[in-house]
């Protein structure tokens, strides 16, 4: 299994699934969930009503996954998940590294090879950069079978070069 940090946009990635870091409410917003869900044009966003329609009527919880189309982008599939928002006096590192777990295993039943991830709760939710990153490589270090490639695309150099120097220190540790 392969692990790439790249700097980019996560809507023109070329993998079987992008994650998206949704609000609960599935219905498109800011950032990440607002640059797919214009991208990937109303299909992302007539199976993500229907998903509030039936399983997720009260939206999509903190740390759960769920996969709709792709729509127009260049991916398969869009995996959404709800990151926990940043706090400084309560540790909610365990809903973020299951917000990655719970997209591999939704990643795995899709049997999806390759998947590109965006640095999940470190926009508007405040998570500071590298302990996001920290907590991404944590968790997704361990893919179901079958995940070959997991992309974590970061949004400017900035961010990758950080991303970079948690992954030697992490690696350094073992």
Not at 98 to 116: D, F, I, M, N, P
Not at 153 to 168: S, Y
Request: charged content about 20%; glycine content about 10%; overall charge neutral.
């Amino acid at each position: 299994m392969q692990i790439e940090l790249v700097t980019g946009d996560i809507t023109a990635e070329r993998v079987d699934a992008i994650v998206n870091a949704a609000n609960s409410s599935l219905l498109g917003g800011g950032g990440v969930d607002g640059a797919i869900h214009r991208k990937g044009g109303p299909a992302i966003l007539d199976e993500c009503r229907a998903l509030r329609a039936s399983r997720y009527g009260r939206g999509l919880p903190v740390g759960q996954a769920v996969a709709t189309t792709a729509g127009r982008l260049p991916a398969r599939w869009v995996i959404h998940t709800v990151g926990p928002v940043w706090s400084e006096t309560e540790d909610r590192s365990p809903l973020l590294r299951r917000c990655y777990q719970s997209s591999l295993a939704v990643a795995g039943e899709l049997g999806a090879a390759s998947v590109a991830f965006p640095l999940i709760s470190s926009g508007v939710y405040r998570w500071p950069k590298e302990d996001a990153v920290m907590q991404a490589l944590t968790a997704i270090g361990a893919p179901p079978p079958g995940v070959e490639l997991l992309r974590l695309v970061l949004f400017d150099d900035d961010t990758r070069q950080a991303a970079e120097r948690v992954r030697q220190a992490l690696h350094d540790r073992q």
